[in-house]
């Protein structure tokens, strides 16, 4: 396989790894994410990416917000970027290389697929717990992204019809329940209302600004009830969500990544299947659960393995 680079478009840096033909990192470039809008963002990957080591023969961009044939929809984490921009044809212009774009979610299940947890999978399905919920799907051993680009939204499939309010503005959906944002919201909304519990004050004992992962997991391990009752609503409205998934695509495998899952290991990933199997109707015992390897790689390795797929 032939020398590529992917790059992760962040809100606050970005990223670039060169990787060998054995998919191996050889170089890497990190910079600040401008805030000049496209064009200067366009200009910093373009330099990011002559940094590196050797010449890519084809670059891959995951990059934030709805993506269709390359073209950022919109992109509410950076700045300046309001309109709809074709990323993809603007590095091609600027690089003259084969150039993937897609969006991080569908990038981080491509990398899980080609070079981390879920290596070999034929249907698979990425989540990603962290602030929201993201997903990405593999099918019959090609990345899906549906009619018009969309496939693949975990997040917003509808689990509690008129249930907690996502930020998407409807009702119900996975990340309502089981995205950190959510999760802090009901946590403080609770707490306000004098529910007894630790959280506020774990999150004061650690540092942080907000309840990150790291709290929850300390809230937790130290059985505060708020927290596991809260944790126990984001498992259950994974395992429905995640059932549902299953049951229309039958997939052989479903890695789970993101600041939440990672920070809970493999017992976060036992928790959510256990709350998956009893749902689903065939191949139970078959089906793997996966914690996600690539960590903080995930999404320059993930686009990446976009490159490859733009080369052909
Ligand atoms: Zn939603």
Not at 166 to 171: I, K, N
Request: one cysteine or more.
């Amino acid at each position: 396989m032939s020398r590529v680079a992917g790059v992760d478009l962040g809100g606050t840096n970005i990223t670039a790894v060169l990787l060998n033909g054995d998919d191996e990192i050889v170089d890497r470039e990190r910079r600040k994410t401008p805030e000049g809008g496209p064009e200067a963002v366009v200009a910093q990957i373009v330099k990011a990416v002559a940094k590196l080591d050797k010449e890519p023969r084809a670059i891959g961009v995951g990059a934030p917000g709805p993506i269709r044939d390359g073209v950022v929809m919109t992109a509410p984490n950076l700045v300046g970027w309001q309109e709809p921009f074709d990323l993809a044809g603007a590095l091609r212009d600027a690089l003259d290389l084969p150039v993937g774009v897609d969006n991080d979610a569908t990038v981080g299940a491509l990398g899980e697929w080609t070079a981390g947890a879920g290596r070999g999978a034929s249907c698979l399905l990425g989540a990603w717990i962290g602030t929201g919920v993201g997903g990405g799907l593999v099918l019959d051993g090609r990345p899906y992204r549906g009619a018009f680009g969309g496939a693949g939204e975990f997040g917003h499939m509808i689990v509690h019809r008129g249930g907690a309010l996502c930020g998407c503005g409807r009702r119900g959906c996975v990340e309502a329940y089981a995205g950190r944002a959510a999760l802090e919201g009901a946590a403080v909304t609770a707490a306000q209302a004098g529910r007894p519990t630790a959280m506020l004050e774990i999150q004061e004992r650690l540092g942080k600004r907000r309840m990150t992962s790291a709290v929850w997991a300390t809230a937790l391990e130290e059985g505060d009830a708020l927290a596991r009752r809260l944790f126990g609503d984001a498992i259950d409205a994974l395992g429905c969500g995640l059932s549902a998934v299953i049951n229309l695509l039958d997939l052989d495998t479903v890695v789970l990544g993101g600041g939440l899952a990672e920070k809970l290991g493999e017992d976060f990933v036992e928790a959510v299947a256990e709350a998956t199997r009893p749902r689903v109707l065939t191949g139970a015992d078959e089906r793997r659960f996966l914690l996600a390897e690539l960590g903080d790689d995930a999404g320059a390795i993930g686009a990446a393995a976009l490159a490859r797929e733009a080369l052909g």
